[in-house]
């Protein structure tokens, strides 16, 4: 969907929201389509605790990731954000409302990820 505002054409945003249970943790899905990216939203309560934003460079095939906002200890968002760039070659905001405690969990939750972009990749 695109808007006109004084002859120039945008793309709107778009919203589209999916959830699964894994492994016992029901795990909600936001994503909102931006002009040239997206921004994925991933948790199970409705918190903004980190952000990290990644984009590709003309100057390394693996795409540039840093985190905006939250512990830098925490790396779940920017290797995320990183990997869905590579994938989707789109800039990509990613904020990771989950506990990093299992990585068998997160491995999980990526994949759902990436089954989601295959079946609907017009909401990314």
Excluded: C
Aim: no cysteine.
């Amino acid at each position: 969907m695109t808007e006109t505002q004084n002859g120039a054409v945008f793309d709107a945003i778009s919203v589209h929201n999916f959830s699964e249970k894994i492994l016992e943790q029901m795990v909600h899905f936001h994503v909102m389509k931006l002009s040239g990216g997206f921004f994925l939203w991933v948790g199970s309560t409705p918190v903004l605790s980190n952000l990290a934003v990644s984009m590709s460079s003309k100057y390394d095939s693996m795409p540039l990731s840093t985190l905006v906002m939250g512990d830098p200890s925490n790396t779940a968002p920017s290797s995320l954000a990183q990997r869905l760039a590579k994938k989707t070659k789109k800039q990509v905001f990613v904020s990771y409302a989950l506990p990093v405690t299992d990585s068998n969990h997160s491995l999980l939750v990526e994949n759902r990820i990436k089954k989601e972009l295959e079946l609907h990749p017009e909401h990314f």
